[in-house]
């Protein structure tokens, strides 16, 4: 029901990083969770990261992108982001944002099926 647009996505190589975005057109960011899930071909969407944007202090990763990736927000932007270093060919993928309106990520942040608003998507290609 939310329109997201993703940006930032685009080819690397290995090693190297991007920073994808997500904004809602149509909507500010208060008290929402908002999380990047990914998607390769013939696998599952899986989540990658959330953070609620009120501020509770958690945030979420995969164990894979640990210590690599960073969900961030800015306010003033009214944007969400993902920092991502040290890339590998493992994190090809369609990377999407999601957002599940005035609740807290909680302990299942990874279910797709909590969320209800999903941006269309933007390509991540890591070639080695």
């Known amino acids: 029901q939310l329109n997201l647009v993703e940006s930032g996505g685009g080819s690397v190589q290995a090693g190297g990083s991007l920073r994808l975005s997500c904004a809602a057109s149509?909507?500010?960011?208060?008290?929402?969770?908002v999380a990047w899930f990914r998607q390769a071909p013939g696998k599952e969407r899986e989540g990658v990261a959330a953070?609620?944007?009120?501020?509770?202090?958690?945030?979420y990763y995969r164990d894979s992108v640990k210590g690599r990736f960073t969900i961030s927000q800015d306010n003033t932007k009214n944007t969400v982001y993902l920092q991502m270093h040290s890339l590998n060919t493992e994190d090809t993928a369609m990377y999407y944002c999601?957002?599940?309106?005035?609740?807290?990520?909680?302990?299942?942040?990874?279910?797709?099926?909590?969320?209800?608003?999903w941006g269309q998507g933007t390509q991540v290609t890591v070639s080695s």
């Open positions: 953070l609620f944007t009120g501020g509770d202090g958690n945030i």
């Open positions: 999601a957002a599940d309106l005035r609740r807290r990520c909680g302990p299942r942040w990874f279910d797709k099926a909590l969320f209800d608003s």
């Open positions: 149509d909507y500010t960011f208060s008290r929402d969770c």
